[in-house]
């Protein structure tokens, strides 16, 4: 019935699509009139559309117009027409939902639609992509098409500085990659300053490869923190034990990624660690707790984390590998000692561990967004997730032209040196009858492997992976040439399409330079077109040639645990109608069939009569290996929602916290605030010491006199006041408040009110920084143990949620005390007299909090959950330790980041610690 349905009434997805195709009728209506208008009448249009919207139009009664304009600016400024299921794939965007379209479509060009429609209400649009190749390609490339309609583009990519960001913020439209966005954003909660803060909002964003980005990488949410102590004799001495363990001294599950001490190795280890003077008495006394972690990461560094498959040793460091697009993570570290673990067993420089300053998921920073768009040529395995997470929908849009790739079963072996025997055999007929043919491998270890088996046989070939990461554009152009071998390391989020017979723009560009250099001239415009010209012929031949030899061969020489990556390197092929094929060489060695099906599918193949050499093809093999790549998406989809279900608990916490800190910044005047926080803590002082219902003989007026002294620096008489007949605990708490008010008055008029405000603000932005990076770090500590409950029948998140909520209530309190304490603590001082003449404010004395440490920006690890990698050595800005501000030349810029000279701010204040 069902089948009949859709017969009649087409799939949810076709009636989507329905309405639309109308909308492209009359967008292709108004053609002839976008042709007819001037450079500058079509820019004029801009004004236009802003006007219309000033004037109450929505943005959806202007798409048909503004989408005519873009594709006309696409045709003048690029020489690019949007087809009309681009047209189509423009519209889905707009409405907050994902367009699925095939590799070569051309999704860059289609988010110039959404993209220019939603920046004409002058919020901002974000753009975001996978890396910074892409964010700057993109931003030039489809500038050009914005810049002739009057729209300004930024690029935000890693390295830029502080006023080179908000410069990018304040255009219409922004590129970048998810990590910096995410960073921005937690960059900017930490600013002392509104004119500091480079990002203006979260209005519309459009993601590029959305499953890469929404997916793969919301396994490790962005943290920026700061180094601790250096610990690197500790890891080189407990990573020498490691080696000299037996395969019976450690339990590992591949199949979860865990590995654990059994009890000998645990007393080995034990033993060992005494013999080295790590250790006095038991490994489980509480004090020995933290060598107990670092045997547990040197374990997991040697046994789960393999080089050239996890990560690379480059120029002395430890690299990660992506492994879901193949590239190196640059910068990125792995949490609480693991990558120093590595760095132990890889004998490189170990860098320092860090602490949590700030956090975020990228599901919760995305769901910022008032609204939320994506593309990618594979999302539809995943669309639960998406609806579930980002209340997104999936649209899957047709292709331009008909599909005529061809996709064979997967061929399976019973040994991983047959298969590659049969895949070298293959290489070589393919190669010799001039197809071009791309190799996609899981691993660096395994493209290297390839590589070698290729050279054996001398076959020329190019290999793509982390280790050849710059040349990854210009090899990727190349991979369509006739008789040309591509290996590669998983193909997602690449950029750049293989185009049969070659990429004539790169060709253009390397052959230019190439014969600039050996003229030592540049060329003239005549020269380059008869070189393009040439270029372009000699590509219209090998295009041919290719399409006659078949087109692309996409080849892959194992599964990935995940369909959608080997669904991302079958469409390479076929792009825009051409014809190709592609096929998958398995064997029941390779990692994905040993952990999850070795010993059925071998059973099976014996019981056949299958031969070492020999290969099995049948629908069934497919499906089974389907079915397992189903499991394992499932269990990474758990994995992913358990990150955030933690994450969630203490979103509602981050939000309070950086609205409240907002509020601040805003404000020119918080007196009102400290005033409350004052009262509340003089109401704690009195409940504490003087409980409500307790007699008056009960009162601990010593304890509360002391603490007036210490927290308000105030020294009254209450001992006396509670011995006064027929005084109540109200009448106190109101007599000190009166006095305490007084006493700050006075501080106020001996420091000045203006003055004074300014300390206000500025102390309790400190405080409230310091404080939640305390927060923070409690969170992490008990987010790493939580799970230990669970032993005692407890709900592992609910216990993580009732903990949470008391650790922010003291993290309330604290701040409240803190902040009354300090400002309480302030003495006026007589200036120096050297000094006086250079004075411009009567200096103050005023207790600070500590500096945080150096920042830095991270991600969490997904096994641990915890505190993950490291992308940036600069610091960011937060306030200098006041203690080293002495040196500071007084015409420079404060130290506290308030903005203003060191001589109008604290050069005339002096601190003290109390």
């Known amino acids: 019935m069902l089948t009949v349905a859709r017969k009649i009434f087409g799939t949810a997805n076709d009636r989507r699509l329905k309405p639309l195709r109308a909308r492209v009728n009359r967008i292709n209506a108004l053609e002839p009139i976008m042709e007819a208008l001037s450079d500058q009448s079509l820019k004029g249009k801009t004004q236009e559309f802003r006007k219309r919207l000033a004037d109450g139009a929505t943005l959806d009664s202007l798409l048909e117009e503004a989408f005519a304009v873009v594709r006309e600016a696409a045709k003048r400024a690029n020489n690019m027409r949007h087809f009309d299921v681009q047209l189509m794939g423009g519209m889905i965007l707009h409405s907050g939902a994902i367009a699925e379209m095939r590799t070569g479509e051309g999704k860059t060009l289609v988010a110039t639609l959404a993209a220019y429609l939603n920046a004409l209400s002058g919020k901002g649009v974000h753009v975001i992509t996978v890396n910074d190749y892409l964010a700057r390609r993109d931003a030039e490339w489809m500038g050009r098409i914005y810049g002739a309609l009057g729209m300004t583009t930024g690029t935000i990519v890693h390295g830029i500085t502080d006023e080179e960001r908000k410069a990018a913020y304040a255009a219409d439209i922004t590129y970048g990659t998810n990590n910096e966005f995410g960073f921005d954003y937690l960059r900017d909660n930490m600013k002392y300053s509104l004119e500091q803060m480079a990002q203006r909002g ?41 080696p000299r363990l037996e395969a019976s001294d450690f339990d590992l599950d591949e199949k979860q990624r865990s590995v654990v001490f059994s009890e000998t190795g645990t007393e080995k280890m034990e033993g060992w ?64 000692g693991l990558h120093q673990a590595i760095e132990a067993k890889e004998r490189v420089d170990i860098k320092p561990e860090n602490v949590t300053l700030a956090s975020i998921t990228f599901q919760n920073y995305f769901r910022l967004y008032k609204k939320l768009a994506g593309m990618t040529g594979t999302a539809l395995t995943e669309a639960d997730e998406f609806a579930d997470i980002y209340k997104l929908t999936v649209v899957d849009l047709p292709t331009n032209k008909p599909v005529l790739r061809k996709d064979d079963d997967d061929v399976v072996y019973r040994t991983a040196k047959a298969k590659y025997a049969e895949i070298v055999k293959e290489v070589k007929e393919v190669h010799a009858k001039g197809q071009p043919i791309l190799l ?11 590589s070698n088996l290729l050279t054996a046989q001398r076959i020329p070939h190019k290999v793509l992976n982390a280790r050849y990461h710059e040349q990854e554009a210009f090899i990727v152009a190349n991979a369509g040439v006739p008789g040309a071998v591509t290996v590669a390391t998983n193909m997602a989020g690449r950029g750049t399409d293989i185009q049969l017979g070659g990429n004539a723009d790169m060709r253009l560009a390397a052959e230019r330079a190439e014969k600039e250099k050996g003229l030592g001239r540049v060329l003239s415009e005549g020269e380059v077109s008869l070189l393009s010209a040439q270029i372009r012929a000699d590509i219209e031949v090998k295009k041919k040639q290719a399409l006659d030899a078949g087109g692309l061969y996409v080849l892959g020489t194992e599964r990935h645990e995940s369909r959608r990556i080997d669904n991302q390197l079958r469409g390479r092929t076929g792009r825009q109608g051409d014809p190709g094929r592609s096929k998958f060489y398995i064997s029941i060695e390779d990692d994905l069939m040993r952990i999850f099906a070795a010993d059925r599918m071998d059973a099976v193949m014996r019981r056949l009569g299958i031969k070492e050499d020999e290969g099995i093809t049948h629908p069934w093999m497919n499906k089974a290996m389907e079915t397992s790549q189903r499991k394992i998406e499932e269990r990474n989809f758990e994995m992913r929602k358990n990150v955030l279900k933690y994450d969630d608990v203490i979103n509602d916490q981050r939000k309070a916290i950086f609205e409240q ?16 926080m004052r009262d509340n803590v003089i109401d704690a ?66 420091v ?41 029948q407890r709900d592992p998140l609910n216990e993580f949620k009732r903990e949470a909520f008391n650790l922010f209530d003291t993290l309330l309190g604290e701040l409240r005390a803190t902040v009354t304490r300090s400002l309480m603590h302030i003495r006026v001082q007589a200036p120096q007299p050297q000094e006086a003449p250079r004075r411009t404010a009567t200096p103050v004395q ?69």
């Open 202 to 242: 979260h209005h519309y964003a459009i993601v590029d490869e959305v499953d890469s980005i929404l997916i793969d990488e919301a396994r490790t949410p962005l943290i920026i923190s700061g180094p601790t102590d250096d610990r690197s004799d500790l890891y080189i001495k407990i990573d020498s034990l490691i």
């Open 273 to 336: 660690m005494v013999e080295l003077g790590l250790l006095e008495g038991s490994l489980w006394e509480p004090g020995n707790i933290s060598l107990v972690h670092h045997s547990n990461q040197a374990l997991r560094a040697h046994k789960l984390y393999s080089r050239d498959k996890d990560y690379i040793v480059k120029d002395g460091q430890v690299m990660l590998i992506d492994e879901f697009n193949g590239r190196m993570m640059e910068g990125r570290r792995l949490s609480e």
């Open 440 to 450: 996609g491998t899981a691993s660096i270890e395994k493209s290297e492997l390839l």
């Open 661 to 676: 800190r907002l509020d601040f910044l805003r404000s020119d005047d918080v007196s009102d605030t400290v005033l409350d």
């Open 685 to 750: 002082l009195v409940t504490r010491t003087m409980p409500e219902k307790a007699y008056a003989e009960q009162w601990d007026m010593d304890g509360l006199a002391e603490a007036l002294r210490a927290d308000l620096a105030v020294d009254l008489p209450v001992k006396q006041w509670a011995g006064e007949e027929g005084v109540a605990n109200e009448e106190i708490a109101e007599r000190i408040r009166a006095a305490v008010t007084q006493h700050y008055t006075g501080l106020t008029a001996s």
């Open 752 to 792: 000045g009110e203006q003055q004074m405000r300014r300390i206000e603000k500025q102390l309790l932005l400190q405080v409230l920084d310091l404080r939640w990076r305390d927060h923070l770090q409690l969170i992490d500590q008990l987010r790493s143990v939580i799970h230990l409950r669970s032993y005692g």
């Open 846 to 914: 005023m207790p600070a909090p500590q500096r945080p440490p150096e920042a830095r920006e991270t991600k969490l690890d997904p096994d641990t959950g915890v505190n993950e990698m490291n992308l940036s050595e600069a610091p960011v800005d937060l306030p200098q330790a006041e203690d080293d501000w002495s040196n500071t030349p007084r015409n420079s810029a404060c130290p506290c980041g308030s903005g203003k000279k060191y001589k109008h701010c604290h050069g005339a204040i002096e601190t003290q610690k109390v």
